[in-house]
């Protein structure tokens, strides 16, 4: 297929880089799931990749979050992927499993969805000074739906996978790489060289010896693929609750999903909302 939102240079038969390329903030929509659908399809049945790299090409989005506009309709319409599962969630699944050996480097903007496919990616590297990682959802009174409480406690721990989710802020490179969100985070004009040697190195080792190491890996770190549907699950009926859409609402009137600075400080944004009437809690 031709890629609209993904620009994919293959720098050599082993190395690959893959730039979002969705502006004006990198939103995760259909579009971009169809195209990271073909990509990881491609991963699987390459015989040759070893190394692939993400990175975006919008200043200062990596992948912002999903695409609270796009219609639903045009994801329930695919076909079932491998997995079985819905689109976002078979891509995430399969890439985290693919061959090749994954790596996001990180600079900007990288929260929710976001943050749910670095989680996926084998490595993460981030600039310093511009990366911003975060789960906001429980802030808009959502749950997270593509993994992260899955993925994110396996990686930093219990205690700091939930001062994360619950806490709904934003983590620049820096706190995140002391957390283990990210493996490490360089001073911003040291990233790209830095990535690029690494995929380098790695690209140029036995593909063998390394899809037999990641595999041992995968079976030692990944979660059940069985985890994953019931957080989508919640994640929509989360969506759609009343107080959920009035706390949207207020962040789309603020300007979320544009070029803001609602978007550039959405954690911070989010602990600004009037929170509407709750119903309460049933017992137990």
Do not use: C
Request: proline share 8%; aromatic share 8%.
């Amino acid at each position: 297929m031709t890629y609209e939102q993904l620009r994919v240079t293959r720098t050599s038969p082993a190395l690959w880089r893959v730039a979002f390329d969705a502006p004006p903030i990198n939103l995760i929509g259909p579009q971009l799931v169809i195209e990271l659908r073909e990509l990881v399809h491609e991963l699987e049945t390459d015989p040759y990749v070893s190394v692939v790299v993400f990175e975006s090409a919008i200043e200062d989005y990596f992948l912002a979050h999903w695409d609270i506009a796009a219609d639903p309709r045009v994801l329930a319409a695919l076909p079932v992927g491998p997995t079985g599962y819905s689109p976002w969630i078979d891509v995430l699944i399969r890439l985290s499993k693919v061959p090749a050996i994954t790596v996001s480097s990180i600079r900007g903007r990288t929260r929710g969805a976001g943050s749910e496919f670095v989680l996926a990616t084998d490595i993460r590297f981030a600039s310093r000074e511009k990366a911003v990682l975060g789960q906001f959802e429980v802030g808009v009174g959502a749950v997270p739906g593509g993994g992260t409480p899955s993925r994110l406690p396996r990686l930093i721990g219990r205690g700091r996978a939930l001062e994360i989710l619950v806490g709904a802020d934003d983590y620049d490179g820096e706190l995140a790489e002391r957390y283990g969100y990210v493996n490490r985070a360089l001073p911003d004009g040291e990233l790209d060289d830095f990535v690029t040697a690494f995929a380098e190195r790695v690209s140029r080792f036995d593909s063998r010896a390394l899809q037999e190491v990641k595999a041992f890996v995968d079976s030692a770190s990944l979660p059940p693929d069985e985890e994953f549907p019931p957080q989508i699950d919640a994640f929509r009926n989360s969506v759609g609750r009343p107080e959920t859409q009035q706390r949207i609402g207020q962040l789309v009137a603020r300007g979320l999903q544009q070029a803001s600075a609602t978007e550039s400080e959405l954690g911070a944004a989010v602990a600004e909302l009037d929170i509407p009437v709750q119903p309460p809690r049933g017992r137990a």
